[in-house]
């Protein structure tokens, strides 16, 4: 903007920015506030993240400590009957051993179900 010594202009231009503070003292606290508030969830986004890779480690160890349960079952289960044991082993009678395998198949089932829904219908983004 040109300022003249005839000072019309410097009038024009000081109503002008009269008018434009309010608007533009708004605006400025509206940024500022959503600066704010997009740097607060920043922080809970990166506090919800490590969260969540805390809580997958611990359901990788638990998986994994079932699974060696699982053959640990499967180990007793499908090992030889007494009669035929030669040494080592477990001593085992039928009942036992079927509810082993009766346990080895409730978990199949609930892993497989899990597995099935275990992404499907979440967008992680």
């Given at each position: 903007?040109?300022?003249q010594?005839?000072?019309?202009?410097?009038?024009?231009?000081?109503?002008?920015?009269?008018?434009q503070t309010?608007?533009?003292?708004?605006a400025?606290s509206?940024?500022?506030?959503?600066?704010s508030?997009?740097?607060?969830?920043?922080?809970?986004l990166?506090?919800?993240?490590?969260?969540?890779?805390?809580?997958?480690?611990?359901l990788?160890?638990?998986?994994?400590?079932?699974?060696?349960?699982?053959?640990?079952?499967?180990?007793?289960?499908?090992?030889?009957?007494?009669?035929?044991?030669?040494?080592?082993?477990?001593?085992?009678?039928?009942?036992?051993?079927?509810?082993?395998?009766?346990?080895?198949?409730?978990?199949?089932?609930?892993s497989g179900?899990?597995e099935?829904s275990?992404?499907?219908?979440h967008d992680?983004?």
């Amino acid at each position: 903007t040109v300022v003249q010594a005839g000072g019309g202009d410097i009038q024009g231009l000081t109503a002008t920015y009269a008018e434009q503070t309010p608007e533009l003292s708004r605006a400025m606290s509206r940024i500022q506030t959503l600066a704010s508030s997009r740097d607060l969830l920043d922080k809970e986004l990166a506090t919800s993240k490590a969260s969540m890779l805390r809580m997958q480690d611990d359901l990788n160890r638990e998986r994994a400590h079932s699974l060696r349960l699982q053959n640990f079952l499967r180990k007793i289960a499908m090992g030889p009957s007494s009669a035929l044991r030669i040494g080592g082993g477990y001593l085992m009678d039928k009942k036992c051993k079927e509810e082993a395998l009766g346990l080895l198949r409730e978990a199949a089932v609930i892993s497989g179900a899990v597995e099935h829904s275990q992404f499907h219908g979440h967008d992680w983004g």
